[in-house]
C-alpha cells in the first residue's frame, strides 16, 4: 500500500483506505475506524469529516466531564504518586500542591484550566517572591497531574504544555568599598570592646 497523504492508503485492490483515530481500549491501545473509496479525494473529505465529528464528541464529552482541579489532584496524587515516591517526597509535593496550587486553581473546572490561567499562577507565584525552586516544584506538579488527566481522557491538551517557568538572572551582587569595609572593622572591633 503506498500511502497518499494522511493516514491515506492505497490498497492492492485498487481503493484507498482512510483512517481515523475513534478511541482506546482498555488496554489503552488505540482504536480506529476506516473509511474505503475507489477516489483519493472522496476518502479525504469524508476522513475529515469523521475527524471533526470526533473532535466534537471529544470536546462535548470533557466539557461534561466536570472534574474540578482540586478533585483531579487529589485522585491523582493518590493512585498515581502514593507508593510510588518516597514518603518525604509525597509530603512535598501535597505541601506544595496544598499551598499553592489548590488555593489558586483547584476551584476551576479542568476544562477550565488554560494556558492563559497557567501563566498567571505561575507569575502570581514569582510575584509573591517565592523560590524558584516551589515555583518550578508546583508548575511540575501541575503539569504531570494535567498530563495525566489529558491520557484519561479529561481534558483535549494539556494546558501546561507550551509554558516554561525561566529562572530570574540574580541581581549583581556589590562589593564594599575599603573605606566600607574600614567603616564596618572599626564598628565591630568598638562594639567588641
Not at 494556558?115 to 503539569?143: C, D, I, Q, W, Y
Not at 498530563?147 to 525561566?166: D, F, H, T, Y
Request: net charge positive; aromatic share 8%.
Amino acid at each position: 500500500m503506498s500511502r497518499h497523504g494522511e493516514n491515506i492508503y492505497k490498497r492492492r485492490d485498487g481503493r484507498y483506505e482512510g483512517r481515523y483515530v475513534i478511541g482506546k481500549t482498555a488496554a489503552g491501545k488505540t482504536r480506529f475506524g476506516y473509511i474505503y473509496g475507489y477516489q483519493y479525494t472522496e476518502v479525504r473529505n469524508e476522513l475529515i469529516q469523521k475527524k471533526a465529528e470526533q473532535l466534537k464528541t471529544d470536546v462535548h464529552t470533557v466539557r461534561r466531564c466536570g472534574v474540578l482541579l482540586r478533585e483531579w489532584i487529589s485522585r491523582w496524587l493518590e493512585n498515581e504518586l502514593l507508593g510510588s515516591v518516597k514518603v518525604s517526597s509525597y509530603q512535598t509535593y501535597l505541601r506544595l500542591v496544598n499551598v499553592h496550587l489548590l488555593p489558586s486553581l483547584g476551584h476551576l473546572p479542568l476544562s477550565e484550566v488554560t494556558p492563559a490561567a497557567v501563566h498567571g499562577f505561575v507569575t502570581r507565584m514569582e510575584t509573591l517572591g517565592l523560590a524558584h525552586s516551589t515555583v518550578k516544584g508546583a508548575f511540575r506538579l501541575l503539569n504531570a497531574a494535567l498530563r495525566s488527566a489529558q491520557e484519561e481522557g479529561l481534558i483535549l491538551k494539556n494546558p501546561c504544555k507550551k509554558i516554561r517557568v525561566q529562572q530570574k538572572e540574580a541581581a549583581e551582587q556589590r562589593a564594599l568599598s575599603r573605606s566600607e569595609q574600614e567603616t564596618l572593622r572599626s564598628a565591630a572591633t568598638e562594639q567588641n570592646d
